[in-house]
């Protein structure tokens, strides 16, 4: 149970770490290359950005749990 939690905390840290360099900033991101730079100015955000935010912010509860997770399973085996 200990190992499955350590990979599900890896490969959540590091699907976080490329969400969050995905992300629009105050000059652009790299999500403009998969499409997010042709909304208009009008709309607000994109539809790529906001499914973005929705996939990290979902990656990042599964994150947070995680890490609770493992650290209550330490905690009750010591």
Do not use: Q
């Not at 149970?1 to 590091?14: H, K, N, R, W």
């Not at 955000?45 to 935010?53: C, H, P, Y």
Request: charged letters at 15%.
């Amino acid at each position: 149970m200990t190992y499955a939690l350590e990979a599900v905390l890896a490969v959540t840290s590091l699907l976080l770490i490329v969400l969050i360099l995905l992300h629009r900033g105050k000059g652009g991101g790299l999500s403009d290359m998969f499409g997010g730079g042709v909304s208009s100015s009008a709309s607000g955000s994109s539809v790529v950005e906001k499914n973005l935010d929705r996939f990290t912010i979902a990656v990042g509860i599964i994150w947070a749990a995680s890490i609770v997770a493992l650290g209550l399973k330490i905690k009750g085996s010591s």
